[in-house]
């Protein structure tokens, strides 16, 4: 074979890919500007990590929708196929009913936590 990948490499190739995607946050890790009341935390807890959490979630829900469409409309002579497919469909749009839902929850509580602070 001409590229044969062992079990030291593959292990290599993972962290070479976790140091990747991790190295940009101590950028941000080394941020001496510390949050001064608890709605700027909040807010900032809300902005990098609850808001990215959705975003990704988002993403997935609407690829499993987009695989179910590709399912259903590939495999149009099969029933058990175009079932399928439709149930992912279906669920992606749950997942993508759910996201929303969720996005504007938090933001019903972030304007609640604002105006109870001022």
């Given at each position: 074979?001409?590229?044969?990948?062992?079990?030291?490499?593959?292990?290599?190739?993972?962290?070479?890919?976790?140091?990747?995607?991790?190295?940009?946050?101590?950028?941000?890790?080394?941020?001496?500007?510390?949050?001064?009341?608890?709605?700027?935390?909040?807010?900032?807890i809300s902005t990098?990590?609850?808001?990215?959490?959705?975003?990704?979630?988002?993403?997935?829900?609407?690829?499993?929708?987009?695989?179910?469409?590709?399912?259903?409309?590939?495999?149009?002579?099969?029933?058990?196929?175009?079932?399928?497919?439709?149930?992912?469909?279906?669920?992606?749009?749950?997942?993508?009913?759910?996201?929303?839902?969720?996005?504007?929850?938090?933001?019903?509580?972030?304007?609640?936590?604002?105006?109870?602070?001022?």
């Amino acid at each position: 074979m001409l590229f044969s990948i062992g079990k030291k490499n593959t292990a290599l190739i993972w962290y070479g890919l976790l140091y990747f995607f991790l190295a940009p946050l101590t950028l941000f890790a080394q941020s001496t500007d510390l949050p001064k009341d608890a709605t700027e935390l909040l807010n900032r807890i809300s902005t990098f990590i609850i808001n990215p959490i959705i975003y990704l979630l988002f993403a997935a829900a609407f690829v499993i929708f987009v695989w179910g469409l590709v399912q259903f409309v590939a495999h149009l002579d099969n029933e058990e196929a175009r079932s399928t497919g439709g149930k992912h469909m279906i669920w992606g749009i749950i997942g993508m009913v759910i996201m929303v839902s969720v996005n504007g929850i938090i933001y019903i509580i972030q304007n609640t936590i604002l105006q109870l602070g001022s």
